[in-house]
């Protein structure tokens, strides 16, 4: 399913601001852009009862290791165009991570949580970037990189630590080089129920003990939807990219695409189930080794479930219209999960699929390309219908998502034009930073296509992070994003 995200025409110039707020303890109102960044130096509390608004463009750097506590309500809300930063300069030291415990639903839209760090006792050894205690959660367009749960050689959760939670929803979200010292390291999960990550890219996280990207314990009801686990791996433990334990576990997978995730002295390079439930449906488990087993692991009270998925079914989960053949990705070394147009993978999904009273996939004709669903996270689109100049819409600019993404080292950008125009396309970061120049000038109608290496406008490379790519016309202007892994 491709998404196109139109934004306004922004004006850039270059003004250098001194401003900048100093801020400690209680704190409720409304972080402006204008008072930005706010310097943290002492430990943030909000209040039961009070909120805290957090506008578009604000930068929130900590002095020294210090919390940010929520016992009210935060609503972190960025934009496309100016995302919010909570960082600190000194990275070896780092922070103490967003700590929410309160009635209130929190909301975390365009926001890079970065360097966030537990220490201390329970509850702050878990969750380096961000803890949910007993609280809900909605997070959306947000990046989690290089948050650490390693504190006292303990922590569970590199990026997030999630206990009793219901019904959080994470959209949209990058979970990269985050590390925990025991399970789960971008996630851990513990009692929680119904919790939903959709379009979410965990890539290089890592633990010691168990679920390189994710670990649930004593988990009812969590979803992933077409999420991307590449590259995690545990290193004592099983569960190169998900790992369970504890009683009752149930989890769902749907259109994931899990490889290259290993568990390094473990079982299950992918997937490690134990005393619970997995169900996979139009999902690909591939090439995930383990040192005694690879790709799914069993364990004790362990099933899986597999429907229309290619998956190594002699690890003994049951189903049907399954396969295990190479799904034949682009470039996997280099992040490209995209499917070759040769790949077993393309078509061979189902649109909707039922299991007990739970419908799984309920996909409209508009969400795929071909007679059926893909297997895996990434459909294969090869170009058809697309070229036709009557199927273009009345402002005649298509910008189709760039591919591969996520990349590493380069990124076609196709776009096609109804009449020859001037066009600028343009690389900006979340903070609507001007990045990188791709075209400016005339184009001819019919299909184009720029590549972007990574590099900015000085020719240095860009870190890891989710850039905007906007294509602008003299009539009309179109966006989409693109994830960058370093």
């Given at each position: 399913?491709?998404?196109?995200?139109?934004?306004?025409?922004?004006?850039?110039?270059?003004?250098?601001?001194?401003?900048?707020?100093?801020?400690?303890?209680?704190?409720?109102?409304?972080?402006?852009?204008?008072?930005?960044?706010?310097?943290?130096?002492?430990?943030?509390?909000?209040?039961?009862?009070?909120?805290?608004?957090?506008?578009?463009?604000?930068?929130?750097?900590?002095?020294?290791?210090?919390?940010?506590?929520?016992?009210?309500?935060?609503?972190?809300?960025?934009?496309?165009?100016?995302?919010?930063?909570?960082?600190?300069?000194?990275?070896?030291?780092?922070?103490?991570?967003?700590?929410?415990?309160?009635?209130?639903?929190?909301?975390?839209?365009?926001?890079?949580?970065?360097?966030?760090?537990?220490?201390?006792?329970?509850?702050?050894?878990?969750?380096?970037?961000?803890?949910?205690?007993?609280?809900?959660?909605?997070?959306?367009?947000?990046?989690?990189?290089?948050?650490?749960?390693?504190?006292?050689?303990?922590?569970?959760?590199?990026?997030?630590?999630?206990?009793?939670?219901?019904?959080?929803?994470?959209?949209?979200?990058?979970?990269?080089?985050?590390?925990?010292?025991?399970?789960?390291?971008?996630?851990?999960?513990?009692?929680?129920?119904?919790?939903?990550?959709?379009?979410?890219?965990?890539?290089?996280?890592?633990?010691?003990?168990?679920?390189?990207?994710?670990?649930?314990?004593?988990?009812?009801?969590?979803?992933?939807?077409?999420?991307?686990?590449?590259?995690?791996?545990?290193?004592?433990?099983?569960?190169?990219?998900?790992?369970?334990?504890?009683?009752?576990?149930?989890?769902?997978?749907?259109?994931?695409?899990?490889?290259?995730?290993?568990?390094?002295?473990?079982?299950?390079?992918?997937?490690?189930?134990?005393?619970?439930?997995?169900?996979?449906?139009?999902?690909?488990?591939?090439?995930?080794?383990?040192?005694?087993?690879?790709?799914?692991?069993?364990?004790?009270?362990?099933?899986?479930?597999?429907?229309?998925?290619?998956?190594?079914?002699?690890?003994?989960?049951?189903?049907?219209?399954?396969f295990f053949e190479d799904p034949q990705y682009a470039d996997p070394n280099n992040f490209d999960f995209n499917l070759l147009a040769?790949?077993?993978?393309?078509?061979?999904?189902?649109?909707?699929?039922?299991?007990?009273?739970?419908?799984?996939?309920?996909?409209?004709?508009?969400?795929?390309?071909?007679?059926?669903?893909?297997?895996?996270?990434?459909?294969?689109?090869?170009?058809?219908?697309?070229?036709?100049?009557?199927?273009?819409?009345?402002?005649?600019?298509?910008?189709?998502?760039?591919?591969?993404?996520?990349?590493?080292?380069?990124?076609?950008?196709?776009?096609?034009?109804?009449?020859?125009?001037?066009?600028?396309?343009?690389?900006?970061?979340?903070?609507?930073?001007?990045?990188?120049?791709?075209?400016?000038?005339?184009?001819?109608?019919?299909?184009?296509?720029?590549?972007?290496?990574?590099?900015?406008?000085?020719?240095?490379?860009?870190?890891?992070?989710?850039?905007?790519?906007?294509?602008?016309?003299?009539?009309?202007?179109?966006?989409?994003?693109?994830?960058?892994?370093?």
């Open positions: 399913m491709k998404t196109t995200i139109m934004i306004l025409t922004m004006l850039i110039f270059p003004v250098i601001s001194l401003a900048q707020t100093v801020v400690s303890g209680n704190q409720s109102g409304t972080w402006t852009a204008a008072g930005s960044p706010y310097q943290v130096t002492g430990e943030i509390v909000v209040p039961t009862g009070q909120l805290l608004a957090i506008e578009p463009g604000v930068e929130v750097n900590f002095q020294g290791h210090y919390k940010f506590t929520v016992n009210g309500d935060l609503q972190a809300v960025g934009s496309e165009a100016d995302s919010i930063y909570f960082t600190t300069d000194d990275t070896a030291t780092g922070w103490g991570g967003i700590r929410i415990d309160s009635d209130d639903v929190c909301t975390l839209s365009f926001c890079r949580i970065e360097y966030g760090k537990t220490s201390g006792d329970y509850p702050d050894i878990h969750g380096g970037g961000l803890a949910l205690l007993g609280s809900n959660a909605m997070v959306s367009n947000c990046v989690f990189s290089n948050n650490d749960a390693t504190g006292e050689d303990n922590g569970m959760g590199g990026a997030i630590y999630a206990f009793s939670t219901t019904e959080s929803i994470f959209t949209d979200c990058v979970f990269t080089e985050n590390h925990a010292y025991g399970e789960g390291g971008a996630i851990k999960l513990s009692a929680d129920n119904y919790s939903e990550f959709t379009n979410c890219h965990f890539i290089e996280n890592d633990c010691l003990y168990g679920g390189g990207a994710v670990s649930g314990y004593m988990v009812d009801g969590t979803k992933f939807t077409s999420c991307l686990f590449a590259d995690n791996y545990t290193m004592y433990a099983s569960g190169g990219a998900i790992h369970t334990l504890g009683m009752g576990n149930t989890l769902f997978m749907i259109n994931c695409t899990i490889s290259g995730n290993s568990a390094v002295t473990g079982d299950g390079g992918g997937v490690f189930l134990a005393y619970g439930t997995g169900y996979f449906v139009n999902t690909i488990v591939y090439d995930n080794p383990g040192m005694h087993s690879d790709d799914v692991f069993l364990s004790i009270a362990g099933y899986a479930e597999a429907y229309y998925c290619d998956l190594d079914m002699s690890c003994g989960a049951t189903g049907t219209s399954n040769t790949s077993a993978c393309i078509d061979t999904g189902i649109d909707f699929f039922v299991l007990g009273e739970d419908t799984l996939v309920n996909m409209t004709p508009d969400q795929y390309f071909g007679s059926a669903p893909d297997v895996g996270a990434f459909e294969y689109n090869d170009g058809s219908g697309i070229e036709d100049e009557g199927s273009l819409p009345q402002s005649g600019l298509v910008l189709n998502q760039n591919s591969p993404n996520p990349f590493n080292s380069s990124t076609a950008i196709n776009f096609e034009l109804y009449k020859d125009s001037h066009v600028s396309l343009t690389v900006y970061d979340l903070s609507g930073r001007e990045i990188k120049t791709l075209a400016n000038g005339e184009r001819t109608s019919g299909l184009n296509s720029v590549v972007w290496n990574g590099s900015n406008n000085s020719g240095a490379s860009v870190p890891t992070g989710t850039y905007i790519i906007r294509l602008q016309t003299e009539s009309c202007s179109e966006s989409v994003k693109a994830v960058l892994i370093n």
